[in-house]
């Protein structure tokens, strides 16, 4: 592949994410730095895996990327730059008493070393191999910036280098998309100026609707002390427990749409928090990202395809399982019907004029960043058909995102062969440790149905 | 088209229409019995396919019969739609379009 010279507009969800890396910085933070952990059952070489990089033509593209303005209030650009950068794979020895999945690693602060990010010097990806004691497999960390990929996109980043490896590097338009794999609802969303005007007032209204106060907040009585670090911790499930989560979700009446049970859940475990802390009851709001990729798409891998639907719950709601989901399923059938994601969608896409210090104030509104009570995301079964990597079998997989203060705490659920991990990120304050301590225990709770349903 | 739009041959053929159009990925090959599961297909999309049903053949299907084994396939789903429409022509006035 000959090296990249072009340049190419951000999607909505780019700037969007760039902007909550914008709040992240400000706060001391190291910034929208998300984390792929991979275990392996079997080791992978260093050398073997910046070849497969190497075939896979994905280096130039993601080694010489820069996010560009040319003007204030023009809409920004990824522009690849003349260079050969290498994407760095380090291979690293685990350090003692180190195992697999927990504890995970905080992310640091912005002064701490890091190699990942947008910024001269700086790679917007890397690869660490953290190999076990003799026999104990690897653990593969793919580290990226959320600006340039989203999570879906650093599967299928994983999954092209594998394929690469074995003879089939991706095309141009799998890596780009330049649209082409996108829905055709999206594409004409974006293609004419009035309609779009219109499906971004229409998206803007139902935020305005939805966050209207009082909203709930996660952060504690007082002013901290807060950290500018995210701490993280793996809940994992086994195969029985998923399947009886999965009854559960049957039981409460989300059926087919069991990301709203693990929502569900995940509120009325914060819910608990708050009712713990002798918090006054208050609605619960939650933006929800949806992948805007084809389905059974290759691509795109690059960039970020995603929009939101945003749930609202109010207090009397988060009462009760059963009338908290149905009250979710009903936000969701209407935004869907309204075609909401493709209209914020539109709106993000408008949002790219304003400087991001700017788009950041506005994400964090005037009631001190009631965007959100917490960020949820549920990347659904991941490597579903692909079981090893570079001939070592994958036997398990985790997502850590950093998360913003406000709202202070995420919950990232994924399935990797019928079991189900649960990753709550949180910035350190916002959850003493007995409180993260309690709010595991309630969220096995709520899904393994020892809670009033 | 000369038959009514709720024959199951029908139905089924204008299901997988508009998840060829509207969901799925170009290339991705599926006849009306390949599990929707295998093909990516996920809550957001199945909702997307149900909004469908209810605009072109005027049914909405009830949550009671959202289960597992009508929301399998293509043609699952078809023959749950005619169940529900009882063969009788619907007043759709919409094509495709979700």
Known sequence: MTRPTQSLPLTGGDYFVLALDYQMRRADMRGNVCRLVVELDGTVDAERLRAAIRVSGTQPWLANVRFHRTLPFLKPRWRWCAGNGELPVADRAAPGGWRPGAPLPPIGTKQDPAVVGLRPGRSPVAFDLVNGPAGGGTTLVLTWHHGIMDARGAELLLQHINAAADGSPPSEDVLLGNGRLLSGAQVRAQSAWWPSLRAARQSLFLVDRVSRAPLASMRPEGDGPFEPRNLFRLVSFTREETDLIIRNGDRAGAGFRRSLFFLAASARALHAVRTRRGAEPAAFLVPVPQDLRRRGAPGPVFFNHVSFLFYRAEPEHLGSMKQLVATLTRQMTEQIRDRMPYSFDTAMRMFQRLPLGLYARILRGPSRGRFATFYFSDTGESFRDQQSFLGARITDIAHLAPVAFPPGIALIWSTFEGRLNVVLSWVQGCLADDEADFLEQTLRAELLGEAER | ?98
């Open chain 2, 1 to 98: 088209m000369g038959d009514s739009p709720t024959q199951a041959g029908n139905i089924t053929e204008e299901l997988g229409r508009f998840l060829r159009r509207q969901i799925l990925a170009g290339g991705v090959s599926f006849d009306e019995n390949t599990p929707l599961r295998d093909l990516g297909v996920d809550s957001f999309a199945l909702v997307e396919l149900l909004l469908f049903i209810e605009k072109r053949f005027g049914a909405a299907v009830p949550e009671s019969h959202l289960t597992r084994a009508n929301l399998h396939s293509v043609a699952a789903l078809a023959r749950c739609v005619q169940s529900l429409t009882g063969g009788e022509a619907p007043a759709a006035t919409q094509t495709d379009e979700p």
